[in-house]
Every structure is written in structure tokens, then in C-alpha cells.
């Protein structure tokens, strides 16, 4: 079971695209879809790590909105994020999984156990990837791969049970 999931945003919580208003803010449409999948992990035990290369008010209410134990952005090298948190803290490849689906998540995909990524997520992230998904980013792609994770692992109908009490 991982005990960590790592969550690029852009492209992968988001469709990819940055919209700006007239005053310069900038606004990013997330899947409410995505929200279902990160409070089924965090229901598994799964610590989340939202991490990205931008910086965004949008990001951050979103993410806390959802209870994402650590927001990390503005990291331009992931990679390199990835192999300090993961030295300092002791974490082995098999404990962590990865969800994105760019360029700038490749290197630190390779570090972690398990790979997702959505429908269209680039060539070479579906290459890698454990499993890609049949959505595409920001359309529930995140909560297409967190299910993948834990119906691997056998237990993903206990949790949604636990979780909305759906009764699967």
C-alpha cells in the first residue's frame, strides 16, 4: 500500500489551462470529481502532497479545501524536491506513488513506485506511467487513478462506504 501520493495540479487536477481575470488574478477550474478520489485516499491513510511548479491562490484554496496534508509550489526542479523529501525522511520508492502528466514531472516519477497519469497526460509520462487513465486532466482524472490505486490494493469499496456510506 503507498503511504504517500504525490498530485502535480495543472494539467492533472486542472485541464492544463490558466485563465486570467481583468485584475490579474488567475483562475483554474478544478473536477469536483478529483475531490471524491483525494478524500477516498485520505480515507485509506495516503498522505497527499499537492506539488507543482506555479504558485497559485486558486491552487491553495482548493487544496486545503480538500485537506491535501502539504501544498509544495513553485518547485521548478521536482526531481530534485522529491529526492531531499524522500532522503530526509527516509521514504522508499515502493511507498510512494505520483500523478501527473508532463515533461516536468518525468524525473520525479521515475523516483516513486506507482505512476498515474491521465488520458492526456504527453508521450513519454504514458510511457512510464503504471496506469494511465481513461480521463483527462481536470475531467476526473485524479480520482480515475486514486480508485485504480486502491482497487488494486482490494479495498476500494470498503472505503467509499466508509467514506459516503454509499452502500457498494
Known amino acids: ?6 498530485l502535480d495540479v495543472d494539467g492533472t487536477f486542472t485541464d492544463g489551462g490558466i485563465y486570467y481575470d481583468d485584475h490579474n488574478n ?5 473536477c469536483t470529481k ?10 485509506a491513510g495516503i498522505e497527499l502532497i499537492a506539488l ?3 504558485e497559485c491562490a486558486a491552487t ?5 479545501e480538500l485537506h491535501v496534508d502539504h501544498i509544495i509550489q513553485g518547485v ?14 527516509n521514504i522508499e520508492k515502493g511507498m510512494v506513488g505520483y500523478i501527473g502528466d508532463d515533461i516536468n514531472d518525468l524525473g520525479a516519477m521515475k523516483l516513486c ?10 508521450r513519454e509520462v504514458q510511457e512510464i506511467a503504471t496506469y494511465v487513465s481513461s480521463v483527462s486532466g481536470g475531467h476526473g482524472a485524479v480520482r480515475d487513478v486514486i480508485e485504480k490505486i486502491l482497487q488494486d490494493e482490494g479495498i476500494w469499496t470498503e472505503i ?6 454509499a452502500g457498494i
Open 1 to 6: 500500500m503507498l503511504k504517500y501520493l504525490i
Open 26 to 30: 488567475e483562475i483554474k477550474k478544478f
Open 34 to 43: 478529483d475531490g471524491t478520489g483525494v478524500i477516498c485516499a485520505r480515507r
Open 52 to 54: 507543482t511548479g506555479r
Open 60 to 64: 491553495t484554496r482548493r487544496m486545503t
Open 76 to 89: 521548478k526542479d521536482k526531481a530534485e524536491w522529491m529526492r531531499s523529501w524522500m532522503i530526509q525522511n
Open 113 to 122: 513506485g506507482f505512476v498515474g497519469c491521465p488520458a492526456d497526460a504527453c
Open 160 to 165: 467509499v462506504n466508509k467514506a459516503y456510506g
